[in-house]
T-cell receptor, first 113, second 117 residues
């Protein structure tokens, strides 16, 4: 079945450590996105990529980094510079920029301990 | 600046009741797109509908209906004869992209709907 796979589902990190969240899609979508969701909050865009080897900052990119070396993969690294990384992270993809529907993964819940 | 407000944080209803989720938006763009997404307990967001700013026709899909009113900048969502499976968090969103895609979506804070048997 086609879809977006995020791993791991739960992730614990010690303060000061970098951690990478995985996002893989087999939908042959061009565009991919990372959102952050905090309790009682909407989703906020971290980074997005419309084509391979290109990505753009979203509204809250500070403390995060991404890469897009392959069309199907868009990993997100939460660096030690991110002051409050504990959150729920959602990856999404769309067929092209301007597509109607975004498909979302099931998310990764990151907790800093 | 673009903004989406969902004033209802949580709503609780009894099965078979009708329920309306409110969404008010702010934008200076003349062309924009509005979305509703459902987030069940499993976590992923499920697309429900997209509406562009030039189409104010109301839409009905089964038990779901949407009322778009530019005059009041509202895009409300009604579930008729609610069911327990409708329990989820519902997000209204506004597209910043001129082509109406889902990129750069501005989300409201969501409304948690609980449907009790």
């Amino acid at each position: 079945d086609g879809g977006i796979t995020q791993s791991p589902k739960y992730l614990f990190r010690k303060e000061g450590q970098n951690v990478t969240l995985s996002c893989e899609q087999n939908l042959n979508h061009d565009a991919m996105y990372w959102y952050r969701q905090d309790p009682g909050q909407g989703l906020r865009l971290i980074y997005y990529s419309q084509i391979v080897n290109d990505f753009q900052k979203g509204d809250i990119a500070e403390g995060y980094s991404v890469s897009r070396e392959k069309k199907e993969s868009f990993p997100l690294t939460v660096t030690s510079a991110q002051k409050n990384p504990t959150a729920f992270y959602l990856c999404a993809s769309t067929l092209t920029r301007g597509s109607t529907e975004a498909f979302f993964g099931q998310g990764t819940r990151l907790t800093v301990v | 600046a673009q903004k989406v407000t969902q004033a209802q944080t949580e709503i609780s209803v009894v099965e078979k009741e009708d329920v309306t989720l409110d969404c008010v938006y702010e934008t200076r763009d003349t062309t924009y797109y509005l979305f509703w997404y459902k987030q069940p307990p499993s976590g992923e967001l499920v697309f429900l509908i997209r509406r562009n700013s030039f189409d104010e026709q109301n839409e009905i899909s089964g038990r779901y209906s949407w009322n778009f009113q530019k005059s009041t900048s509202s895009f409300n969502f009604t579930i008729t004869a609610s069911q327990v499976v409708d329990s989820a968090v519902y997000f209204c969103a506004l597209s910043q992209g001129s082509r109406g895609g889902s990129e750069k979506l501005v989300f409201g804070k969501g409304t948690k709907l609980t449907v009790n048997p």
